[in-house]
């Protein structure tokens, strides 16, 4: 496409989007990713698996928002989606471990760091609860979620052979708060693994929303078709129904998101979905309790499909997951330097 652009400089400072057309920003963001990428792909030749290199970081996330055009819901053509959220996760383990779960192993919580987060506040979202599958009553219960009622939450999907979102969505958030809290943010989960199934996407929201959260991420990783590869994030749309007003959270939502997208891309090495957001890794919904109900701002990541044999081995890896659970962080921190 007509995205490869390399007039992107990563020397340049991000430029705040003020009163500039969306399409804009992601116009800039885009090439810069996919630019990214592209160097990756061309020196590294691999599948976006191998060690990370030097990439430029991303600092197209800096470009602002950008929402996709027409960017109102494509809602997935046969992604499961991340209707829900639930679960928490303890302490990440930072390293780049292999296939194992020493992520979800919690070591002792530390106090925060000083750092250029500190006292910033971020709730992590790991989507769904291992325990949901067990639990179909209470999480098939509805719930409001402003423009409707909808199930508590879901289970999630999985891998062909078995590794499920629940547990992906923990490891990387455990991973990811681990990266926050070195850089001083207090960082608090909506589940950490510790209750057996929920919370309800309703009350996913209101965790953030106490927390007066400066930033939300709810982790998720997809459950579409075979050949549908790639990672986007989703903003929340412009909802007033009932008990939800997006309102105040749509324009910070949607800066968050584009940062998070930017910096994905250039920790992973992968690409922006070739399913949704027409090439952006962006996509903006209205069906999702928990971006309706927040009051802060907040977006959902599906950092991948896990359906897809391509797609799954990366969300196997612990490699990979780590450098996910980074692009995530550098995402919300730039975020949140840029709101200070
Ligand atoms: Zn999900």
Request: proline residues 7%; contains cysteine; charged residues 25%.
């Amino acid at each position: 496409m007509s995205y490869v652009g390399p007039e992107f400089d990563p020397s340049q400072p991000p430029k705040r989007r003020i009163g500039r057309p969306l399409t804009v920003a992601v116009a800039v963001l885009v090439p810069t990713c996919l630019a990214g990428w592209l160097v990756y792909q061309a020196t590294s030749g691999s599948d976006g698996n191998e060690p990370a290199r030097s990439l430029p970081a991303s600092p197209s996330a800096s470009a602002g928002q950008g929402a996709p055009s027409g960017s109102t819901a494509p809602t997935s053509s046969g992604t499961s989606k991340p209707d829900k959220e639930d679960e928490k996760g303890k302490d990440g383990k930072g390293g780049d471990g292999e296939d194992n779960d020493s992520a979800t192993k919690q070591p002792p919580r530390r106090p925060a760091a000083n750092g250029p987060l500190k006292g910033k506040v971020v709730v992590v979202d790991p989507g769904h609860n291992p325990g949901n599958f067990r639990h179909a009553s209470e999480i098939n219960r509805q719930v409001d979620i402003g423009t409707n009622r909808k199930e508590c939450d879901t289970t999630g999907t999985s891998t062909n052979d078995g590794y499920t979102e629940a547990k992906f969505t923990l490891d990387v958030a455990r991973r990811l708060r681990t990266l926050l809290e070195k850089q001083g943010a207090t960082v608090k989960f909506t589940q950490d693994g510790d209750r057996p199934w929920g919370p309800c996407v309703d009350e996913r929201a209101r965790i953030g929303n106490k927390a007066h959260a400066d930033a939300v991420v709810s982790i998720h990783a997809d459950g579409s078709g075979a050949g549908n590869r790639g990672y986007h994030v989703i903003l929340p749309a412009k909802v007033k129904s009932g008990a939800a007003d997006t309102s105040a959270i749509v324009a910070p939502s949607e800066e968050l998101g584009t940062r998070i997208a930017g910096a994905f891309i250039g920790a992973t090495g992968t690409g922006p979905s070739n399913y949704i957001g027409d090439g952006t890794g962006l996509d903006v919904r209205r069906d999702l309790g928990g971006l309706n109900l927040s009051t802060v701002p907040k977006v959902f990541i599906e950092c991948g499909n896990m359906r897809d044999a391509k797609d799954a081995a990366l969300l196997k890896s612990g490699t990979w997951r780590q450098k996910a659970a980074q692009g995530i962080s550098e995402g919300i921190a730039g975020f949140l330097r840029q709101r200070s």
